[in-house]
């Protein structure tokens, strides 16, 4: 089971290092795209870092639930 989460953690780790990778890029090679202002006034910079944001919570969550442990009819109390 903990090999498992692991491997399923690095798997997450790589995509969202992935698309870091593009905004790191994206700043360091094309910084005037970064500049432009496509919704409502917000630049794609600032809109790429809350995508980072939401991004990491999204994938914190998808970890908890493919990491949970499923409970077995052997697990489980007697109900009364």
Same mark, same amino acid.
């Given at each position: 089971? +903990?090999?498992?989460?692991?491997?399923?953690?690095?798997?997450?780790?790589?995509?969202?290092?992935?698309?870091?990778?593009?905004?790191?890029?994206?700043? /360091?090679?094309?910084?005037?795209q970064m500049e432009a202002t496509p919704?409502?006034?917000?630049?794609?910079?600032?809109?790429?870092?809350?995508?980072?944001?939401?991004? /990491?919570?999204?994938?914190?969550?998808?970890?908890?639930?493919?990491?949970?442990?499923?409970?077995?009819?052997?697990? +489980?109390?007697?109900? /009364?």
């Amino acid at each position: 089971m +903990q090999s498992r989460n692991s491997r399923i953690g690095l798997i997450l780790f790589t995509i969202y290092l992935i698309v870091y990778g593009g905004f790191v890029l994206l700043n /360091a090679f094309a910084p005037d795209q970064m500049e432009a202002t496509p919704i409502a006034g917000l630049n794609i910079a600032v809109l790429y870092g809350f995508g980072l944001i939401i991004g /990491a919570i999204l994938l914190s969550g998808l970890y908890g639930f493919l990491c949970r442990e499923k409970s077995s009819p052997k697990n +489980q109390e007697p109900r /009364a």
